[in-house]
């Protein structure tokens, strides 16, 4: 089965920048799109952002405001996220997941994404 890990956390200042990967193996990466989720202590999980198969569509949580860009390199079969302008809200465990089926190719749902990585924790802190 598809299995993902994503790497790039660790500890930033306000104002700074960060960017995660999300690394597949079983898989070829490029048969799914790709969600990126994050989840602060006490909240819900929410989506932050998501990229189809072949990276020509993507999508992002409002709370992002332009700060962030979701990419790709199928070659690498590996997908990135790039933040930018970090603040206290965004502190939490990011984590990558893909779907499954016959719509895979495409961004999701939030439900629909059935294969998810381990996390990695972003700490925003100065």
């Known amino acids: 089965q598809l299995t993902l890990v994503e790497s790039g956390g660790g500890l930033v200042q306000p104002g700074g920048s960060l960017t995660l990967s999300c690394t597949a193996s079983g898989f070829p990466l490029y048969y799914y799109a790709i969600g990126w989720f994050r989840q602060a202590p006490g909240k819900e999980r929410e989506l932050v952002s998501c990229?189809?198969?072949?990276?020509?569509?993507?999508d992002y949580g409002a709370f992002v405001q332009g700060r962030f860009t979701v990419s790709r390199d199928n070659d690498k079969n590996t997908a990135y996220l790039r933040m930018n302008n970090l603040n206290s809200e965004d502190a939490a465990v990011y984590y990558c997941a893909a779907p499954r089926g016959s719509y895979r190719y495409q961004c999701r749902s939030p439900i629909e994404y059935d294969y998810w990585g381990q996390g990695t924790r972003v700490t925003v802190a100065s």
């Open positions: 990229i189809s198969s072949s990276g020509d569509m993507t």
